[in-house]
Structure formats: structure tokens, C-alpha cells
């Protein structure tokens, strides 16, 4: 017999048909029993929503739009922008002052770091809001020497702009690190083909640098701005007519706790929710021309 001769094998014939084959799927019965009882509690978990008269759905449609509550949203969103804002410009800052080959700027950018990562954010809201119990005012001049002009910290640092304060210097921490991380993630030869192209240190790092990174620093800088934007409720210490301040204010008169926290729940989903669709749009952008 010729090496190239096969053997039937079975029911398969020589030209090996193996159409002819009857295929058994693989039987999975616990994936089965698990999708049942997901399913059953999902079932009675809705049920529950719709049928236990505690939820008083009916004072949630009341409040889920009322002046005061979309006032509070409104604030909420301003100390979100404003916090994001302010606290992602410094942390550029922070992260290039990190990855400079200065030993002192290095210095203060981890000594600060480190100091705002450690320190919890109430802490940091109570003090900026009580600054001006440590300084009367601030002085601007010359150091060491006479001063030019002051403010008065009492009229310049309000409960607003304390809260604002506190946000952005905590957020800064934290995105400083999300910076440096998609920085580092570029490949260096990235720049040295800038540099022997001969173009500026800035642009290099505007046009070239920043734009690759993005793809890294997107989803760890939207999950710390969806963050932000439920710690804004830790400010309710403050008295700051955010949501969940107004929320507390409005079941600590009418006794109704559970539908006003649905209430501030239904907000907080509804806007993470539309945070997360812009997440997705913006990082589609930045991946154009990127290969997974």
C-alpha cells in the first residue's frame, strides 16, 4: 500500500467527508442554572419596584423635576466642570514638573502628590472652607518684604469657592498620575524622531506626544471625572445646595427618605450614564488610526 492510500476510519470514507459527521454541542446545564436564577431574582427584584408600596413612586414623579432638585443637578454639574477643569490643567502641570530632569521640580511635584492622596477630601473641603480662620488675607508682593495689595479671605474664599478649591487641588493628585502614565506609554522613539526633525520641545509634546497618550489616559481620566461627579455630594458638609444636600433638606421636612434618595439615585444614573456615552465618542477620536 502506497504511503498516500488512507484507511477508512469508522463511517468516514476515503475522501474524508466529514460533512457526514454528526456533531453533538457541548451541554452546559449549570451555565443554564445560573441564567435561570439571575433571571428569577432579576424578576423579583423588578417586582418589588413596582409592587412595594415603601418606594411611594408618586413622591419620586413629584420631586424628579421640581425647581429645587434641577437647581441642585445644575450646581452639581458646575462643581463637577469646574473641578475637572482646574484640576486636570494642574495636573499636566504636575505630571510634566514629575517626569522633568529637575531633582527639585520632581521633588515638589511627588511631595505634592503624595500630600493630596494622603489627606482625605472632607478634610481638605473643611479646611479650605475655614481658611480663613489661619489668614485674615493675602497679601501679594514682594517676599519676605512689603506687600502691593491684599484680599480678604473671609469675603474671597466663600463656601463655593472653597468647595471648588478643594475638588480641584485634590483632583490634580490623581491626574497628575493618569497624565504621567499615558505620557510614559508613548513610545520614546516618538520623540527622537521629533527632535531630529527639529521640532520645538512644546509642539513635540502638543501634536505628538499628547494626542498618543490620549488613548491611554481616557479611560482612567473618565472614571476619576465620574468619580468627582458623586463626590461632589461629600460638599453637602459645607451646606452647598449640590443634589444630595438639597435631597437631605427635602426628606428631613417631609419624612419621605426613600423616594428622595431614588430621586438623587435616578440623577446620578441619568448623568454618569450620558459622562459614559461622551467617554465613548471621545475615545473613538483619539483611536482613529489605532489597530487593536
Do not use: C
Not at 197 to 224: C, D, F, H, K, T
Not at 256 to 267: C, G
Amino acid at each position: 500500500m502506497s504511503v498516500t492510500e488512507r484507511e477508512p476510519v469508522g463511517d468516514v470514507a476515503k475522501d474524508d467527508d466529514f460533512g457526514a459527521l454528526k456533531v453533538i454541542p457541548v451541554r452546559h446545564p449549570w451555565r443554564w442554572v445560573a441564567v435561570v436564577v439571575t433571571a428569577v431574582l432579576v424578576a423579583q427584584f423588578a417586582h418589588g419596584l413596582a409592587t412595594n408600596s415603601g418606594w411611594e413612586w408618586e413622591v419620586f414623579a413629584e420631586f424628579f423635576t421640581a425647581d429645587v432638585i434641577l437647581d441642585a443637578v445644575w450646581v452639581t454639574l458646575q462643581l463637577t466642570f469646574y473641578g475637572t477643569a482646574l484640576g486636570f490643567a494642574l495636573g499636566i502641570v504636575i505630571a510634566f514638573m514629575r517626569l522633568s530632569a529637575s531633582p527639585f521640580l520632581k521633588a515638589v511635584a511627588f511631595a505634592y502628590i503624595w500630600a493630596f492622596r494622603s489627606i482625605p477630601l472632607i478634610v481638605q473641603l473643611l479646611f479650605w472652607f475655614n481658611l480663613a480662620y489661619l489668614y485674615k488675607e493675602l497679601q501679594f508682593g514682594i517676599p519676605f518684604g512689603p506687600g502691593f495689595f491684599s484680599f480678604d479671605t473671609m469675603g474671597l474664599v466663600g463656601a463655593m469657592s472653597a468647595a471648588v478649591l478643594g475638588l480641584a487641588l485634590h483632583q490634580a493628585a490623581y491626574a497628575a498620575e493618569i497624565v504621567r502614565a499615558g505620557v510614559l506609554a508613548v513610545d520614546s522613539g516618538q520623540l527622537e524622531a521629533a527632535a531630529a526633525l527639529g521640532i520645538p520641545r512644546i509642539r513635540q509634546i502638543r501634536r505628538i506626544v499628547l494626542p498618543q497618550a490620549m488613548r491611554s489616559i481616557l479611560p482612567n481620566a473618565a472614571n476619576e471625572i465620574i468619580s468627582l461627579f458623586k463626590g461632589t455630594s461629600i460638599v453637602s458638609v459645607m451646606a452647598i445646595g449640590e443634589l444630595f444636600y438639597q435631597v437631605q433638606v427635602i426628606y428631613g421636612r417631609n419624612g419621605r427618605v426613600v423616594p428622595l434618595l431614588m430621586v438623587a439615585t435616578a440623577w446620578y444614573v441619568l448623568l454618569t450614564t450620558a459622562l459614559s456615552v461622551l467617554q465613548h465618542y471621545v475615545e473613538r477620536h483619539f483611536s482613529k488610526g489605532a489597530s487593536r
